[in-house]
C-alpha cells in the first residue's frame, strides 16, 4: 500500500440532476461549481466571487435571504475603483453606480436561487479575518486598501458557530427542504504562514464537525483530508505548489459524485462525458467524410438529451465544424 485512501460513506440524501444547487466559498468552491454547471446541473457557482472566511459568507447569505442591499459605508474607493468590502474585486468598477447595479443583481439572482435549491456548498478557506478599525466590521475583501486601516484577527469556533445558527435559523424559514454541504478547501494561505494556516484550518474543521453533529441537514465532505492524506504528493498540484491539480480535483469530484450522486445521475455523468469528449474531439483532417459523419451522430445524441438539460452551446460548436457539401 502507497496511499492512504480516504474512505466516504455514500449519503442516504442523493443529489439528482433536477436540484438546483448553490455553491459559495472559496476558489475550491468555484471549481466545484464550475463542475456542476459543466455537467448540466442547475448550480449557482459562487455569485459574489470567491469569499474565504466564513462570517463574510454567512453575510452574503443573509444579504441574499432577505434581499438586502448593503449599507453604504461598505463602498470604497481604492487605486481609483469603486468596490464593496463584503465582495470580491471581480466587483470593481470606475464607476460607482456600475458597482451598486452588479451588487444588487447578484443579490436578487441568489435569492431566487436559494429558494429553490436543494442543497448549499459552503467552502470555509480560512479562519483569519480582517476587521474595519473605524466600525469593527468583518470585510469579505480588503481591497488593497492600507493595511494600518484593519485588524486581523483569528475567528474561535464559537465565533463561527454562533453566527452559522443564526444563518442555519433564517435559512429554515425560507427552504426548510434545504440541504447543507460544508468543506474545508485544501489550498493553503501561506501568507498567514504554514504554522498558522494549519490553526486556521483546524479551526474550520472542528467548526465543520460540530455543525455537521449537531444539524442533521448538515453535512461534511472531506476535500480537506482527500488532499491532503491521500493525495499527498506534489505532483497532485498546480506549479504553484498550493492549488490542487486538475487531476486532483477530478478524483475529489469523483469522490463526491460517488457519494452524493443517485445512480442515474451517476449514469448520466458517464453518457455526458463522453459526448463532452465527441465535441472538443480535434480531428487532424475536420473534413474528411469519417469525422462529418463523426459530428451528425454526436449532434443526434445531443438532441436526444435536449428534453432533459440544454445542450445548445455544445450542438453550436459541432455545427460550426460542418462542411456545406455534407451537411
Known sequence: ????????????????????????????????????????????????????????????????INKENPSEDTYVEAGHLH?????????????????????????????????????????????????????QEIVANCHKVPSKYFSKELLSPTDITEEFTILFNELQKKNPDLKIILTVSPVRH??????????????LRMVCHELSTKHQSVHYFPSYEIMMDDLRDYRFYKADMIHPSEVAEDYIWD????????????????????????????????????????????????????????????IEILKKQIVKHYG
Request: net charge neutral; aromatic share 12%.
Open 190 to 203: 501561506i501568507k498567514d504562514t504554514l504554522e498558522q494556516n494549519s490553526v486556521s484550518k483546524s479551526i
Open 83 to 135: 468596490a464593496n468590502y463584503d465582495f470580491h474585486s471581480s466587483f470593481s468598477s470606475t464607476e460607482k453606480e456600475k458597482i451598486r447595479d452588479a451588487v444588487k443583481n447578484s443579490i436578487l439572482q441568489t435569492h431566487d436561487h436559494l429558494l429553490k435549491s436543494g442543497w448549499l456548498i459552503i467552502t470555509f478557506g480560512t479562519a483569519f479575518i480582517y476587521r474595519r478599525i473605524d466600525n
Open 255 to 314: 469522490k463526491f459524485s460517488n457519494a452524493y450522486f443517485n445512480t442515474d445521475t451517476q449514469q448520466f455523468l458517464k453518457q455526458w462525458s463522453k459526448l463532452q469528449r465527441a465535441v472538443h474531439h480535434r480531428p487532424f483532417n475536420p473534413e474528411s467524410e469519417d469525422h462529418q459523419k463523426f459530428i451528425h451522430e454526436t449532434i443526434n445524441k445531443l438532441n436526444q438529451l435536449s428534453p432533459q438539460i440544454n445542450v445548445t452551446d455544445e
Open 1 to 64: 500500500m502507497f496511499r492512504t485512501e480516504v474512505n466516504i460513506q455514500s449519503s442516504s440524501e442523493k443529489i439528482s440532476h433536477s436540484t438546483p444547487i448553490l455553491s459559495i466559498g472559496s476558489c475550491f468552491s468555484d471549481c466545484m461549481g464550475n463542475r456542476f454547471n459543466e455537467n448540466k446541473f442547475e448550480a449557482l457557482a459562487n455569485p459574489f466571487g470567491t469569499v474565504y472566511n466564513p462570517i463574510s459568507i454567512f453575510k452574503l447569505l443573509t444579504y441574499s
